[in-house]
Protein backbone atom coordinates (compact mmCIF):
# COMPACT_ATOMS: atom_id res chain seq x y z
CA UNK A 1 0.00 0.00 0.00
CA UNK A 2 1.40 3.17 -0.81
CA UNK A 3 2.54 5.24 2.73
CA UNK A 4 1.00 8.79 3.10
CA UNK A 5 3.37 11.34 2.33
CA UNK A 6 5.04 13.45 4.91
CA UNK A 7 5.12 17.73 3.94
CA UNK A 8 8.44 19.22 5.02
CA UNK A 9 10.16 22.44 4.79
CA UNK A 10 13.63 21.08 3.46
CA UNK A 11 13.79 21.87 -0.49
CA UNK A 12 14.13 19.31 -2.97
CA UNK A 13 15.45 20.11 -6.27
CA UNK A 14 14.07 17.42 -8.94
CA UNK A 15 15.88 16.91 -12.26
CA UNK A 16 15.12 15.83 -15.69
CA UNK A 17 13.48 16.78 -18.92
CA UNK A 18 10.53 18.70 -17.76
CA UNK A 19 7.38 19.35 -19.49
CA UNK A 20 4.58 22.47 -18.62
CA UNK A 21 2.15 24.27 -20.50
CA UNK A 22 1.40 28.21 -21.06
CA UNK A 23 -1.58 27.99 -23.01
CA UNK A 24 -3.88 25.15 -24.11
CA UNK A 25 -2.10 23.90 -27.14
CA UNK A 26 -5.73 23.25 -28.62
CA UNK A 27 -5.97 27.02 -28.89
CA UNK A 28 -2.47 27.98 -30.16
CA UNK A 29 0.31 25.89 -31.46
CA UNK A 30 2.42 23.52 -29.76
CA UNK A 31 5.73 26.04 -29.95
CA UNK A 32 3.55 28.57 -27.77
CA UNK A 33 1.71 26.04 -25.55
CA UNK A 34 4.05 23.56 -24.36
CA UNK A 35 7.71 24.32 -22.77
CA UNK A 36 9.97 21.23 -23.10
CA UNK A 37 13.41 21.43 -21.33
CA UNK A 38 15.87 18.83 -22.37
CA UNK A 39 17.69 19.60 -18.76
CA UNK A 40 14.74 20.94 -16.72
CA UNK A 41 14.35 21.05 -12.89
CA UNK A 42 11.63 21.43 -10.10
CA UNK A 43 12.50 22.64 -6.86
CA UNK A 44 9.85 21.73 -4.29
CA UNK A 45 8.97 22.97 -0.70
CA UNK A 46 6.13 22.72 1.72
CA UNK A 47 4.20 20.41 -0.59
CA UNK A 48 4.31 23.17 -3.59
CA UNK A 49 6.39 23.48 -6.68
CA UNK A 50 8.56 26.94 -5.64
CA UNK A 51 10.75 26.93 -9.00
CA UNK A 52 11.22 26.09 -12.07
CA UNK A 53 13.24 25.99 -14.96
CA UNK A 54 16.79 25.51 -16.95
CA UNK A 55 18.51 23.11 -14.12
CA UNK A 56 21.18 24.62 -13.78
CA UNK A 57 19.56 28.15 -12.92
CA UNK A 58 17.14 26.26 -10.77
CA UNK A 59 20.38 24.06 -8.85
CA UNK A 60 21.75 27.72 -8.33
CA UNK A 61 19.30 29.23 -6.84
CA UNK A 62 18.39 26.56 -4.36
CA UNK A 63 22.50 25.71 -3.63
CA UNK A 64 21.50 23.54 0.04
CA UNK A 65 18.35 21.76 -1.32
CA UNK A 66 18.39 18.16 -2.03
CA UNK A 67 18.58 16.68 -5.41
CA UNK A 68 17.14 13.65 -7.19
CA UNK A 69 18.22 13.29 -10.59
CA UNK A 70 15.67 11.54 -12.86
CA UNK A 71 18.16 11.55 -15.66
CA UNK A 72 16.21 11.48 -19.02
CA UNK A 73 12.87 10.95 -17.66
CA UNK A 74 10.06 12.85 -18.30
CA UNK A 75 9.09 15.21 -15.01
CA UNK A 76 5.31 15.54 -15.77
CA UNK A 77 2.64 16.66 -13.54
CA UNK A 78 0.55 14.00 -12.16
CA UNK A 79 -1.93 12.69 -14.25
CA UNK A 80 -5.84 13.66 -13.75
CA UNK A 81 -9.16 11.34 -13.88
CA UNK A 82 -11.75 13.58 -14.68
CA UNK A 83 -14.61 10.61 -14.67
CA UNK A 84 -14.16 7.25 -12.43
CA UNK A 85 -16.38 4.90 -10.71
CA UNK A 86 -14.04 3.30 -7.87
CA UNK A 87 -16.71 0.80 -6.82
CA UNK A 88 -16.66 -1.14 -10.48
CA UNK A 89 -12.48 -1.84 -10.06
CA UNK A 90 -13.72 -5.47 -9.32
CA UNK A 91 -15.84 -5.91 -12.32
CA UNK A 92 -13.01 -3.53 -15.32
CA UNK A 93 -13.24 -5.80 -18.41
CA UNK A 94 -16.06 -7.85 -18.24
CA UNK A 95 -17.20 -9.37 -21.55
CA UNK A 96 -19.82 -8.09 -24.14
CA UNK A 97 -22.55 -5.99 -23.10
CA UNK A 98 -23.91 -2.24 -24.13
CA UNK A 99 -24.53 0.18 -21.29
CA UNK A 100 -28.11 -0.47 -19.73
CA UNK A 101 -27.07 -4.19 -19.91
CA UNK A 102 -24.13 -3.50 -18.78
CA UNK A 103 -25.02 -1.89 -15.68
CA UNK A 104 -27.51 -4.42 -15.01
CA UNK A 105 -25.64 -7.34 -15.55
CA UNK A 106 -22.17 -5.83 -13.91
CA UNK A 107 -22.28 -2.54 -12.30
CA UNK A 108 -25.63 -3.06 -10.10
CA UNK A 109 -24.94 -6.48 -8.32
CA UNK A 110 -21.12 -5.18 -7.97
CA UNK A 111 -22.23 -2.25 -6.29
CA UNK A 112 -24.67 -3.59 -3.81
CA UNK A 113 -22.21 -5.20 -2.14
CA UNK A 114 -20.71 -1.64 -1.24
CA UNK A 115 -23.25 -1.22 1.83
CA UNK A 116 -20.70 -3.76 3.97
CA UNK A 117 -17.94 -0.67 5.03
CA UNK A 118 -15.20 -3.45 4.92
CA UNK A 119 -15.60 -4.74 0.98
CA UNK A 120 -15.47 -0.52 0.51
CA UNK A 121 -12.87 -0.04 2.24
CA UNK A 122 -10.94 -3.21 0.62
CA UNK A 123 -11.95 -1.75 -2.93
CA UNK A 124 -10.79 1.61 -2.09
CA UNK A 125 -7.37 0.79 -1.01
CA UNK A 126 -7.17 -1.18 -4.46
CA UNK A 127 -8.44 1.12 -6.79
CA UNK A 128 -6.15 3.94 -5.28
CA UNK A 129 -2.72 2.23 -5.71
CA UNK A 130 -3.92 0.95 -9.23
CA UNK A 131 -4.44 4.79 -9.67
CA UNK A 132 -0.99 5.46 -8.29
CA UNK A 133 0.73 2.57 -10.16
CA UNK A 134 -0.52 4.59 -13.07
CA UNK A 135 0.75 8.05 -12.37
CA UNK A 136 -2.65 9.22 -11.67
CA UNK A 137 -2.63 11.71 -8.33
CA UNK A 138 -6.36 12.88 -8.53
CA UNK A 139 -9.40 11.21 -9.14
CA UNK A 140 -13.03 12.52 -9.42
CA UNK A 141 -14.68 9.03 -8.70
CA UNK A 142 -18.34 8.30 -8.48
CA UNK A 143 -19.63 6.50 -5.44
CA UNK A 144 -22.54 4.48 -5.07
CA UNK A 145 -25.70 5.30 -3.06
CA UNK A 146 -24.22 3.63 0.18
CA UNK A 147 -22.72 6.41 2.75
CA UNK A 148 -20.54 3.69 3.52
CA UNK A 149 -18.50 3.55 -0.10
CA UNK A 150 -18.10 7.68 0.44
CA UNK A 151 -16.66 7.26 3.52
CA UNK A 152 -14.16 4.93 2.56
CA UNK A 153 -12.63 6.62 -0.60
CA UNK A 154 -12.21 9.60 1.31
CA UNK A 155 -10.59 7.90 4.28
CA UNK A 156 -8.21 5.46 1.90
CA UNK A 157 -7.65 8.94 0.13
CA UNK A 158 -6.45 10.93 3.53
CA UNK A 159 -4.75 8.24 4.54
CA UNK A 160 -2.51 9.24 1.21
CA UNK A 161 -2.45 12.77 1.46
CA UNK A 162 -4.28 12.74 -1.97
CA UNK A 163 -6.37 14.81 -3.75
CA UNK A 164 -9.66 13.41 -4.37
CA UNK A 165 -13.48 13.88 -5.21
CA UNK A 166 -16.39 11.89 -4.91
CA UNK A 167 -19.88 11.59 -3.88
CA UNK A 168 -22.67 9.43 -3.06
CA UNK A 169 -24.87 8.68 -5.87
CA UNK A 170 -28.39 9.65 -6.16
CA UNK A 171 -30.63 7.26 -7.40
CA UNK A 172 -34.19 6.54 -7.08
CA UNK A 173 -35.77 4.75 -9.74
CA UNK A 174 -34.68 2.11 -12.51
CA UNK A 175 -32.20 0.34 -10.50
CA UNK A 176 -32.83 -2.88 -8.16
CA UNK A 177 -34.46 -2.89 -4.76
CA UNK A 178 -31.40 -2.38 -2.33
CA UNK A 179 -29.66 -0.03 -4.67
CA UNK A 180 -32.36 2.87 -4.36
CA UNK A 181 -32.36 6.15 -2.41
CA UNK A 182 -35.17 8.29 -1.95
CA UNK A 183 -35.70 12.25 -3.49
CA UNK A 184 -35.38 13.22 0.52
CA UNK A 185 -32.71 10.77 1.50
CA UNK A 186 -30.57 11.12 -1.15
CA UNK A 187 -30.50 14.90 -0.72
CA UNK A 188 -29.87 14.33 3.55
CA UNK A 189 -27.63 11.76 3.04
CA UNK A 190 -25.52 13.75 0.52
CA UNK A 191 -25.81 17.02 2.54
CA UNK A 192 -24.53 15.35 5.59
CA UNK A 193 -20.95 13.85 3.50
CA UNK A 194 -20.97 17.34 1.98
CA UNK A 195 -20.61 18.92 5.28
CA UNK A 196 -18.53 16.34 6.98
CA UNK A 197 -15.74 15.98 4.00
CA UNK A 198 -15.96 18.70 1.97
CA UNK A 199 -12.60 20.67 2.13
CA UNK A 200 -10.69 18.40 4.68
CA UNK A 201 -7.53 18.14 3.73
CA UNK A 202 -7.34 17.43 -0.09
CA UNK A 203 -10.64 16.25 -0.34
CA UNK A 204 -13.92 17.68 -2.65
CA UNK A 205 -17.51 16.70 -2.44
CA UNK A 206 -18.89 16.16 -5.45
CA UNK A 207 -22.34 16.31 -5.86
CA UNK A 208 -23.46 12.94 -8.11
CA UNK A 209 -26.61 12.09 -9.62
CA UNK A 210 -26.09 9.07 -11.37
CA UNK A 211 -28.00 10.13 -14.69
CA UNK A 212 -31.17 11.56 -15.83
CA UNK A 213 -33.08 7.87 -16.08
CA UNK A 214 -32.53 6.51 -13.28
CA UNK A 215 -33.57 10.10 -11.03
CA UNK A 216 -37.01 10.80 -10.85
CA UNK A 217 -37.87 14.47 -11.11
CA UNK A 218 -37.69 14.84 -7.88
CA UNK A 219 -34.59 13.82 -6.71
CA UNK A 220 -32.98 15.91 -9.75
CA UNK A 221 -34.89 18.78 -8.22
CA UNK A 222 -33.08 18.06 -4.71
CA UNK A 223 -29.81 17.38 -6.30
CA UNK A 224 -30.13 21.39 -7.73
CA UNK A 225 -31.21 22.35 -4.81
CA UNK A 226 -28.55 20.99 -2.71
CA UNK A 227 -25.92 22.50 -5.67
CA UNK A 228 -27.26 25.55 -5.76
CA UNK A 229 -27.09 25.66 -1.71
CA UNK A 230 -23.24 24.47 -2.12
CA UNK A 231 -21.91 25.77 -5.06
CA UNK A 232 -18.56 24.93 -3.86
CA UNK A 233 -18.57 21.72 -4.65
CA UNK A 234 -18.86 20.40 -8.18
CA UNK A 235 -21.86 18.39 -9.88
CA UNK A 236 -20.91 15.54 -12.03
CA UNK A 237 -23.35 12.74 -13.76
CA UNK A 238 -23.62 11.30 -17.75
CA UNK A 239 -24.87 12.95 -20.62
CA UNK A 240 -25.46 11.18 -24.12
CA UNK A 241 -23.04 8.41 -23.91
CA UNK A 242 -25.22 5.90 -25.94
CA UNK A 243 -28.66 6.16 -28.54
CA UNK A 244 -30.27 3.67 -26.53
CA UNK A 245 -29.91 5.74 -23.20
CA UNK A 246 -30.66 8.70 -24.81
CA UNK A 247 -34.04 7.27 -26.71
CA UNK A 248 -34.86 5.89 -23.22
CA UNK A 249 -34.33 9.97 -21.48
CA UNK A 250 -36.86 10.78 -24.47
CA UNK A 251 -39.15 8.11 -23.00
CA UNK A 252 -38.84 8.89 -19.18
CA UNK A 253 -39.05 12.99 -20.00
CA UNK A 254 -41.17 13.83 -23.16
CA UNK A 255 -41.59 17.43 -22.64
CA UNK A 256 -37.72 18.17 -22.49
CA UNK A 257 -35.64 19.62 -25.55
CA UNK A 258 -32.77 16.90 -25.59
CA UNK A 259 -30.82 15.50 -22.96
CA UNK A 260 -28.92 18.26 -21.49
CA UNK A 261 -32.39 20.18 -21.29
CA UNK A 262 -33.02 17.75 -18.61
CA UNK A 263 -30.14 19.00 -16.31
CA UNK A 264 -31.11 22.49 -17.24
CA UNK A 265 -34.73 22.32 -15.97
CA UNK A 266 -33.19 21.39 -12.73
CA UNK A 267 -30.33 23.79 -12.24
CA UNK A 268 -27.68 20.97 -12.81
CA UNK A 269 -25.72 22.68 -15.55
CA UNK A 270 -23.17 25.60 -15.03
CA UNK A 271 -19.30 26.50 -13.57
CA UNK A 272 -18.69 23.25 -11.81
CA UNK A 273 -21.16 20.77 -13.56
CA UNK A 274 -18.85 17.90 -14.89
CA UNK A 275 -20.55 15.54 -17.70
CA UNK A 276 -19.05 12.34 -18.21
CA UNK A 277 -19.35 11.39 -22.06
CA UNK A 278 -21.26 13.60 -24.03
CA UNK A 279 -20.61 11.82 -27.50
CA UNK A 280 -23.88 12.20 -28.98
CA UNK A 281 -24.53 15.85 -28.35
CA UNK A 282 -27.30 17.76 -30.46
CA UNK A 283 -25.89 21.23 -31.68
CA UNK A 284 -27.85 22.64 -29.13
CA UNK A 285 -26.65 20.77 -26.48
CA UNK A 286 -23.29 22.08 -27.70
CA UNK A 287 -24.01 25.63 -27.44
CA UNK A 288 -25.50 25.55 -24.09
CA UNK A 289 -22.73 23.35 -22.72
CA UNK A 290 -20.25 26.16 -23.72
CA UNK A 291 -22.75 29.05 -22.69
CA UNK A 292 -23.25 27.77 -19.36
CA UNK A 293 -19.61 26.93 -18.21
CA UNK A 294 -20.10 23.49 -18.37
CA UNK A 295 -17.45 20.82 -18.86
CA UNK A 296 -16.93 17.40 -20.13
CA UNK A 297 -15.07 14.16 -19.35
CA UNK A 298 -14.06 12.18 -22.14
CA UNK A 299 -13.97 8.61 -21.64
CA UNK A 300 -12.61 6.78 -24.84
CA UNK A 301 -11.80 3.15 -23.81
CA UNK A 302 -15.64 3.21 -22.15
CA UNK A 303 -16.63 4.29 -25.23
CA UNK A 304 -14.73 1.83 -27.72
CA UNK A 305 -15.06 -1.10 -25.13
CA UNK A 306 -18.72 -0.72 -24.40
CA UNK A 307 -19.45 0.42 -28.03
CA UNK A 308 -21.03 4.11 -27.24
CA UNK A 309 -19.15 6.37 -29.89
CA UNK A 310 -16.43 8.35 -31.12
CA UNK A 311 -16.45 11.74 -28.98
CA UNK A 312 -16.01 14.93 -30.94
CA UNK A 313 -13.00 16.69 -30.02
CA UNK A 314 -12.73 18.94 -32.58
CA UNK A 315 -16.28 20.05 -31.72
CA UNK A 316 -15.80 20.84 -27.86
CA UNK A 317 -12.84 22.40 -28.61
CA UNK A 318 -13.76 25.21 -31.19
CA UNK A 319 -16.78 25.81 -28.63
CA UNK A 320 -14.07 25.73 -26.09
CA UNK A 321 -15.68 23.52 -23.37
CA UNK A 322 -13.65 22.81 -20.86
CA UNK A 323 -12.39 19.00 -21.42
CA UNK A 324 -10.54 16.70 -19.24
CA UNK A 325 -9.58 13.01 -20.16
CA UNK A 326 -11.31 10.34 -17.91
CA UNK A 327 -10.09 6.39 -17.50
CA UNK A 328 -14.23 5.79 -16.56
CA UNK A 329 -12.79 2.44 -14.88
CA UNK A 330 -14.49 0.28 -14.63
CA UNK A 331 -16.74 0.52 -17.82
CA UNK A 332 -13.37 2.21 -19.26
CA UNK A 333 -11.00 -0.90 -19.91
CA UNK A 334 -7.74 0.17 -18.38
CA UNK A 335 -6.37 2.07 -15.41
CA UNK A 336 -3.77 3.27 -17.22
CA UNK A 337 -4.07 7.34 -18.05
CA UNK A 338 -1.41 6.55 -21.19
CA UNK A 339 -3.72 3.98 -22.74
CA UNK A 340 -6.56 6.10 -22.19
CA UNK A 341 -4.53 8.90 -24.24
CA UNK A 342 -4.01 6.42 -27.17
CA UNK A 343 -7.53 5.59 -27.24
CA UNK A 344 -8.12 9.20 -27.36
CA UNK A 345 -6.36 9.97 -30.27
CA UNK A 346 -7.74 6.67 -31.97
CA UNK A 347 -10.98 8.30 -31.61
CA UNK A 348 -10.27 11.15 -32.96
CA UNK A 349 -8.32 9.30 -36.27
CA UNK A 350 -11.91 7.70 -36.39
CA UNK A 351 -13.17 11.10 -36.53
CA UNK A 352 -10.63 12.75 -38.89
CA UNK A 353 -8.82 14.65 -36.30
CA UNK A 354 -5.46 14.27 -35.14
CA UNK A 355 -4.02 14.93 -32.01
CA UNK A 356 -0.81 16.28 -31.14
CA UNK A 357 1.15 14.39 -28.59
CA UNK A 358 1.23 17.79 -26.26
CA UNK A 359 -2.99 17.87 -26.95
CA UNK A 360 -3.07 14.63 -25.05
CA UNK A 361 -0.99 14.81 -22.05
CA UNK A 362 -2.59 18.43 -21.82
CA UNK A 363 -5.60 16.90 -22.01
CA UNK A 364 -4.69 14.41 -19.07
CA UNK A 365 -2.91 16.79 -16.82
CA UNK A 366 -3.94 20.92 -17.58
CA UNK A 367 -7.32 20.03 -19.07
CA UNK A 368 -9.04 17.66 -16.22
CA UNK A 369 -7.78 20.38 -14.00
CA UNK A 370 -9.41 22.87 -15.58
CA UNK A 371 -12.54 20.91 -16.04
CA UNK A 372 -12.47 20.15 -12.51
CA UNK A 373 -11.92 23.84 -11.64
CA UNK A 374 -8.38 22.77 -9.69
CA UNK A 375 -6.35 24.68 -12.19
CA UNK A 376 -5.09 26.84 -9.71
CA UNK A 377 -3.92 23.71 -7.27
CA UNK A 378 -2.93 21.08 -9.65
CA UNK A 379 -1.95 20.38 -13.30
CA UNK A 380 0.72 21.89 -14.31
CA UNK A 381 4.79 22.53 -13.15
CA UNK A 382 4.28 26.16 -11.85
CA UNK A 383 5.19 27.50 -8.79
CA UNK A 384 2.40 27.80 -6.03
CA UNK A 385 1.00 24.68 -7.25
CA UNK A 386 1.26 21.44 -5.35
CA UNK A 387 3.75 19.21 -5.98
CA UNK A 388 1.68 15.82 -7.60
CA UNK A 389 4.16 14.50 -9.90
CA UNK A 390 4.33 11.80 -12.42
CA UNK A 391 7.75 10.94 -13.99
CA UNK A 392 7.86 9.06 -17.14
CA UNK A 393 10.54 6.55 -18.73
CA UNK A 394 10.46 7.00 -22.18
CA UNK A 395 12.45 3.86 -22.43
CA UNK A 396 10.26 1.44 -20.26
CA UNK A 397 10.27 -1.54 -22.98
CA UNK A 398 12.46 -2.63 -25.93
CA UNK A 399 10.25 -1.59 -28.23
CA UNK A 400 9.62 1.77 -26.79
CA UNK A 401 13.03 2.07 -26.43
CA UNK A 402 14.06 1.52 -29.92
CA UNK A 403 11.62 3.70 -31.67
CA UNK A 404 12.18 6.60 -29.28
CA UNK A 405 16.03 6.09 -30.01
CA UNK A 406 14.91 7.30 -33.99
CA UNK A 407 13.10 10.66 -31.99
CA UNK A 408 14.48 14.07 -33.50
CA UNK A 409 11.76 16.27 -31.27
CA UNK A 410 10.93 15.38 -27.55
CA UNK A 411 6.89 14.86 -29.34
CA UNK A 412 8.66 12.28 -31.24
CA UNK A 413 10.59 10.54 -28.53
CA UNK A 414 6.88 10.73 -26.04
CA UNK A 415 4.21 9.63 -28.84
CA UNK A 416 5.29 6.07 -28.23
CA UNK A 417 5.43 5.83 -24.62
CA UNK A 418 1.92 7.41 -25.36
CA UNK A 419 0.59 4.88 -27.68
CA UNK A 420 2.38 1.70 -26.27
CA UNK A 421 3.13 2.52 -22.62
CA UNK A 422 1.53 1.50 -19.43
CA UNK A 423 2.40 1.34 -15.33
CA UNK A 424 5.78 0.45 -16.33
CA UNK A 425 6.30 3.76 -17.91
CA UNK A 426 6.19 5.42 -14.30
CA UNK A 427 9.02 5.85 -12.81
CA UNK A 428 8.29 7.62 -9.85
CA UNK A 429 5.13 9.13 -8.32
CA UNK A 430 5.00 12.20 -6.56
CA UNK A 431 2.41 13.49 -3.95
CA UNK A 432 3.25 16.84 -2.49
CA UNK A 433 6.23 16.78 -3.44
CA UNK A 434 7.17 12.93 -1.72
CA UNK A 435 7.74 9.86 -3.09
CA UNK A 436 5.29 7.27 -3.38
CA UNK A 437 6.48 3.59 -3.24
CA UNK A 438 5.96 1.80 -5.77
CA UNK A 439 5.82 -1.35 -4.47
CA UNK A 440 2.44 -1.07 -4.03
CA UNK A 441 1.71 -5.28 -3.38
CA UNK A 442 4.18 -5.63 -0.76
Known sequence: MAQPGKVTME????????????????????????????????????????????????????????????????????????????????????????????????????????????????????????????????????????????????????????RLLTGKVMMDRNAPDGLRDTAQSGYDDSKRLLERWHGTDRLSYVITPRFAPTSTPEQLEAAGALWSEHPQCLMQTHLSEQTEEIAWMKDLFPDDTDYLGVYERFGLTGPGAVFGHSIHLTDRETDHLKASGSAIAHCPTSNTFIGSGLFDMRAAQSARIPTGL?????????????????????????????????????????????????????GTLKPGIEADLCILDLASTPVITQRAARAETVWEALFPTIMMGDDRAIAQVYIEGTPVPLSFWS
Not at 40 to 55: F, M, Y
Not at 342 to 357: F, I, K, N
Open 11 to 162: TTVLTGQTLSFEANPFQVPTKEAARHLAHGAVAIQAGKIVATGPADEVLASHPHARRIDHGQHLILPGFIDAHAHYPQTGIIASWGKRLIDWLNTYTFPEEMRFSDPDYAAEIADLYLDLCLANGITTACSFATIHSESVTALFDAAQGRDL
Open 326 to 378: ATDVGGGSSFSMLRTMAAAYEVSQLRGTTLHPAQLIWLATTGSAEALRLADRI
